[in-house]
């Protein structure tokens, strides 16, 4: 099994930019297909950003498109998703997942980290 540890959250401005960064540990990286998603108080998670297994495939949602794009480096057990343009109603705690058939938008993901807090601020 995989262990997903996100990092990269933070404080800031509108417009601003952030990269989350997933790192995995535990097994081998490249069978797992990785999705991010975000939980904004009071509202049910939603997801983000996906890519496949080699990077080769990424989805994105409407949401967040033009201004999310999400990368991996099966080298270094890392998964990337570069925040730019940033807006409040980004605010949220966001999650990577992973799982070794699950995959996209629908998953399932049977492996979370623990999330990090984005706050965009105006």
């Known amino acids: 099994q995989v262990h997903l540890v996100e990092s990269g959250g933070g404080l800031v401005q509108v417009g601003g930019s952030l990269r989350l960064s997933c790192a995995a540990s535990?097994?081998?990286?490249?069978?797992?297909?990785i999705g991010w998603f975000r939980q904004a108080p009071g509202k049910e998670r939603e997801f983000v950003c996906a890519?496949?297994?080699?990077?080769?495939?990424?989805w994105t949602a409407d949401s967040v498109k033009g201004r999310f794009t999400i990368s991996r480096d099966n080298a270094q057990n890392t998964v990337t998703l570069q925040m730019n343009s940033l807006k409040p109603e980004d605010t949220a705690v966001y999650y990577c997942?992973?799982?070794?058939?699950?995959?996209?938008?629908?998953?399932?993901?049977?492996?979370w980290g623990q999330g990090t807090q984005v706050t965009v601020s105006s």
């Open positions: 890519i496949s297994w080699s990077g080769a495939a990424t």
């Open positions: 535990g097994s081998s990286f490249s069978d797992y297909a």
């Open positions: 997942a992973g799982d070794q058939k699950g995959f996209g938008p629908q998953g399932p993901y049977n492996y």
